[in-house]
């Protein structure tokens, strides 16, 4: 799962450098990513923060702001338990008894700590997404797909 420590340091320095260009204003987020769902749906996944700011060091601060954000779009409560989130290698999140409010979103944090209203965490000691390239899949508790979120893929995606 890991990228070479080059490849990371590559990164960041490009993310420098488009933010010293005047890019400030973007989050560490693709340009190029898409949603495979056609349109909105009730769920959908927001937002990815794929590469955490700063150096790479796994600690848990760095851990938790690599994030991906899932958005409830419509005014009803959604029951998530039981959906899952996951990367192209399988590593996979599991909601647990959690509750979406309507019209409101989610952040679930890599590393550890106390899952709250808007944040929960994988508790993980490693990072998941991929810097370069990877899609992460939504799916319900039946295992259907629900959305999906791709960088770095210069084809058009990765689809389900």
């Known amino acids: 799962m890991s990228v070479s420590s080059s490849a990371r340091r590559l990164t960041t320095a490009s993310a420098v450098a488009a933010a010293l ?14 949603h495979s769902s056609r349109e ?10 794929y590469d955490s700011p700063g150096r790479d060091d796994r600690s ?19 029951n ?6 996951s990367d192209e290698d399988g590593h996979t999140y599991t909601f647990r ?27 993980r000691r490693n990072y998941v997404w991929n810097n370069d390239r990877d899609t992460a899949t939504l799916r319900n508790d039946r295992g259907r797909f629900i ?5 770095g893929h210069h084809h058009g995606g990765h689809h389900h």
């Open 60 to 78: 848990n601060r760095s851990l938790n702001a690599e994030w991906v954000e899932i958005t409830n779009n419509t005014r009803r409560v959604v």
């Open 40 to 49: 909105r749906g009730a769920v959908t996944i927001s937002a990815v923060q």
């Open 21 to 34: 260009v005047g890019a400030a204003a973007l989050p560490a987020m693709a340009s190029d990513h898409h």
């Open 97 to 123: 008894h959690y509750w979406l409010d309507g019209r409101s979103t989610v952040r679930v944090h890599t590393g550890e700590g106390r899952d709250a209203r808007h944040d929960v965490f994988q508790d």
């Open 80 to 85: 998530l338990d039981g959906w899952t989130l």
């Open 147 to 151: 959305d999906d979120y791709s960088w």
